[in-house]
């Protein structure tokens, strides 16, 4: 039975996958909590994707024998992992393109700017975005991911920037399969193929069961 590595999205935990997890095969799920492991790892310097990746491959061991499951930030996280290791990979509503992010401005010194004088985790600001957030059913998850960002340590966030937006190797794998949905307002549908679910870009909350037909059905072609 292979492990299975769960890594979650920007301003998420690993609890979003907990109407996923109970539909998938029963495997040795391992939820990596992000938050924990930039506190565990105490980066200096800058980061990018690959290094973040780099440590966790170091710190759980990572194989070719491994399944990793990223939703959003986490599957650009795992498509490193991948690049590394060789691990199979499954991607939900994430990329391989940091152009699919879809955000005003992916500089990330303004982004830096922003964070560090507060304006990121201001109320007017999460509150406009909360605004324009076009989809009823995931809205009050949105809301929720935007509160509990306010809270969280302003190193932790510009980490999960860097992450997103600071510059990384080029990549020279794939993901083994990637489910993405036609409405999500967050990350655009990737150019590859890909296996459509209902929904937006939480779909893995909303649709699960959709989402676990997906994976169980990639995991098979795979």
């Given at each position: 039975?292979?492990?299975?590595?769960?890594?979650?999205?920007?301003?998420?935990?690993?609890?979003?996958?907990?109407?996923?997890?109970?539909?998938?095969?029963?495997?040795?799920?391992?939820?990596?909590?992000?938050?924990?492991?930039?506190?565990?790892?105490?980066?200096?310097?800058?980061?990018?994707?690959?290094?973040?990746a780099e440590y966790l491959v170091n710190?759980?061991?990572?194989?070719?024998?491994?399944?990793?499951?990223?939703?959003?930030?986490?599957?650009?996280?795992?498509?490193?992992?991948?690049?590394?290791?060789?691990?199979?990979?499954?991607?939900?509503?994430?990329?391989?393109?940091?152009?699919?992010?879809?955000?005003?401005?992916?500089?990330?010194s303004i982004l830096k700017f922003l964070?560090?004088?507060?304006?990121?985790?201001?109320?007017?600001?999460?509150?406009?975005?909360?605004?324009?957030?076009?989809?009823?059913?995931?809205?009050?998850?949105?809301?929720?991911?935007?509160?509990?960002?306010?809270?969280?340590?302003?190193?932790?966030?510009?980490?999960?920037?860097?992450?997103?937006?600071?510059?990384?190797?080029?990549?020279?794998?794939?993901?083994?399969?990637?489910?993405?949905?036609?409405?999500?307002?967050?990350?655009?549908?990737?150019?590859?193929?890909?296996?459509?679910?209902?929904?937006?870009?939480?779909?893995?909350?909303?649709?699960?069961?959709?989402?676990?037909?997906?994976?169980?059905?990639?995991?098979?072609?795979?």
């Amino acid at each position: 039975m292979p492990r299975v590595f769960l890594l979650h999205g920007y301003v998420e935990d690993p609890t979003i996958f907990d109407q996923l997890v109970p539909l998938l095969p029963q495997s040795d799920f391992t939820r990596i909590d992000l938050a924990d492991e930039c506190q565990h790892w105490k980066p200096t310097g800058k980061i990018n994707v690959q290094k973040v990746a780099e440590y966790l491959v170091n710190r759980y061991a990572i194989t070719a024998n491994d399944l990793l499951i990223g939703h959003s930030m986490g599957g650009w996280i795992a498509i490193y992992i991948k690049q590394l290791t060789q691990a199979t990979v499954i991607q939900i509503s994430s990329w391989t393109d940091q152009r699919k992010i879809r955000l005003p401005t992916h500089n990330l010194s303004i982004l830096k700017f922003l964070l560090f004088s507060g304006v990121t985790q201001s109320r007017p600001l999460l509150r406009f975005f909360q605004k324009q957030y076009p989809f009823p059913e995931s809205f009050e998850l949105y809301k929720n991911l935007m509160e509990g960002m306010r809270q969280m340590n302003r190193g932790y966030l510009y980490w999960q920037l860097q992450i997103l937006f600071a510059e990384a190797p080029h990549l020279t794998v794939s993901p083994d399969l990637r489910i993405h949905t036609r409405r999500d307002s967050i990350i655009a549908r990737p150019n590859e193929p890909y296996t459509e679910v209902p929904g937006d870009h939480f779909s893995l909350v909303f649709h699960p069961k959709e989402v676990a037909e997906a994976v169980r059905t990639g995991i098979y072609m795979i």
